[in-house]
C-alpha cells in the first residue's frame, strides 16, 4: 500500500479501530487547539490538554470547543507539563505526543530522559510528509528538522526510523532515494559516499524491509523519464516514498522549496521514540498541525 495523498490519509485513520489520544504539551496556543479540534471534531483523536489551565480553558471558550475538566491537567512550568505528558505515555494514558506553547529543548529533555523518558536507544530524527501537486504519491524527506550532520551510522539509523514509521502507515516494501548530487560515489563529495555506503548495507542485509538506492539525485528520484535519459536504471526512480538528505540544511531548503515555491502540502513529526511526536514550529498553520496530529495517529 502507498499513500497518495492527505485526504487518502485522513481515510484509512478514519477506518483505524479505536481513537489515538494524544497527549497535548503546553496546550495554550491557540493554533495548536485550532489542530486538535478539528482532529476532534471529525473522529479522528482524542486529546488531554496539559498546561495552563485558565488560558487553556479561555482559548477553547473562544473556539467554542467544549472539553471537560478530566481532559485538562492544569500545570504552570513548561518542564513539569512536558514530563507529565511522557509519564501520561508510559501509564498508557496516551499513544503520542504533541508540542504546543514550549521550546523544542524543553520537550526533548524530558522525552531523552535516561530514567523517565521515552528513549529506545536509536538516535531520534524529523521526518516530513509532503503532498506534491505533481507527484503521484505522498513523498517523505528525512532528516531536516533535528540531526545537522549525520555520520554514516546516524544515517543509516534515520533511514530506519524513517523506514519502521511507513511500515506502521501501512506500506510494504518503501523505496528510498539517499540523495546527492550526482549519481556515482566520488571520494570528493563525502554524501555521495555515505549514499553508496548506505545502499551496499542494503544489499548485504544490513539494511532490511526497504529498497534503497543512492547515490542519487532529486531529478532522477522524481523523475523516471529523466533517468531513462541518463540511463539510470533503478526501481526507485520516479517512484521514491522516502528522500534522504545528507544534512539539515538540504532537508530545511528542499522542504521549503516545495512549500513555498511548488504548492507542497506538508505533515511531519518526530521518530525514534517510543511514540511520535508531533513538532512543530510555532509558525505553523493550523492546517499543518492538524495533518501531522492525522499523520501521526495513523503511525501508532
Do not use: W
Request: proline share 3%.
Amino acid at each position: 500500500m502507498v499513500i497518495k495523498n492527505f485526504d487518502h490519509l485522513i481515510e484509512l485513520v478514519k477506518d483505524i479501530d479505536g481513537v489515538k489520544r494524544v497527549a497535548v504539551v503546553c496546550a495554550h496556543d491557540e493554533h495548536t487547539l485550532e489542530a486538535v479540534q478539528k482532529a476532534e471534531n471529525e473522529g479522528l483523536v482524542k486529546s488531554v490538554l496539559i498546561g495552563k489551565g485558565a488560558e487553556i480553558k479561555e482559548i477553547l471558550k473562544k473556539l467554542n470547543f467544549a472539553k471537560e475538566d478530566s481532559e485538562i491537567i492544569d500545570i504552570e512550568g513548561d518542564q513539569e507539563s512536558s514530563y507529565k505528558a511522557v509519564e501520561i505515555i508510559r501509564e498508557g494514558g496516551a499513544d503520542f505526543i504533541m508540542k504546543g506553547k514550549i521550546q523544542t529543548g524543553d520537550l526533548l529533555k524530558a522525552v531523552v530522559d535516561k530514567e523517565k523518558g521515552l528513549r529506545t536507544g536509536r538516535v531520534m530524527s524529523h521526518i516530513v510528509f509532503n503532498e506534491v501537486p505533481n507527484y503521484h504519491k505522498l513523498i517523505a524527506i528525512t532528516d531536516g528538522g533535528m540531526m545537522m550532520y549525520p555520520d554514516l551510522d546516524k544515517k543509516k539509523q534515520i533511514l530506519e526510523n524513517a523506514v519502521d514509521a511507513l511500515i506502521s502507515l501501512g506500506y510494504d516494501k518503501p523505496k528510498v532515494a539517499a540523495l546527492a548530487a550526482v549519481e556515482k560515489v566520488n571520494p570528493k563529495m563525502p554524501e555521495t559516499v555515505d549514499a553508496g555506503a548506505l545502499k551496499d548495507m542494503y544489499i548485504n542485509g544490513q539494511i532490511e524491509n526497504c529498497i534503497v538506492e543512492g547515490p542519487i539525485s532529486y531529478d532522477l528520484t522524481m523523475s523516471r523519464e529523466s533517468a531513462e535519459i541518463k540511463g539510470f536504471d533503478s526501481p526507485v526512480t520516479g517512484d521514491a516514498d522516502i528522500m534522504l538528505v545528507p544534512n539539515i540544511t538540504v532537508g530545511n531548503i528542499l522542504g521549503k522549496s516545495l512549500i513555498y515555491s511548488a504548492g507542497a502540502r506538508m505533515a511531519g513529526f518526530i521518530v525514534g521514540a517510543k511514540v511520535p511526536i508531533v513538532l512543530t514550529s510555532r509558525g505553523s498553520t493550523s492546517e499543518e498541525k492538524y495533518l501531522s496530529l492525522v499523520l501521526s495517529a495513523a503511525a501508532v
